[in-house]
């Protein structure tokens, strides 16, 4: 139990710091939206985009879809 407690809080804090890291970097480059991954900052390929309606690349999308 404490282990998931733990789990959540580290992965929390990561979170956090990818979407500050997310905004710094989207400020420096001028606002583009959807083309990075608002979570991480990565550039979301042209494809995903087209297929999918989202602000996340594949893997937080899946972070934040798959919940635990
Ligand atoms: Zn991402």
């Known amino acids: 139990m404490?282990?998931?407690?733990?789990?959540?809080?580290?992965?929390?804090?990561?979170?956090?710091?990818?979407?500050?890291a997310a905004l710094r970097?989207?400020?420096r480059s001028g606002g583009e939206s959807t083309t990075h991954c608002k979570s991480c900052g990565e550039p979301i390929p042209e494809?995903?985009?087209q297929a999918v309606t989202t602000d996340h690349c594949a893997f937080c999308a899946s972070q934040i879809e798959g919940g635990r």
């Open 2 to 20: 404490t282990d998931l407690l733990d789990l959540a809080e580290e992965r929390e804090e990561e979170f956090r710091r990818a979407a500050l």
């Open 47 to 49: 494809a995903r985009r």
């Open 25 to 27: 970097s989207r400020h």
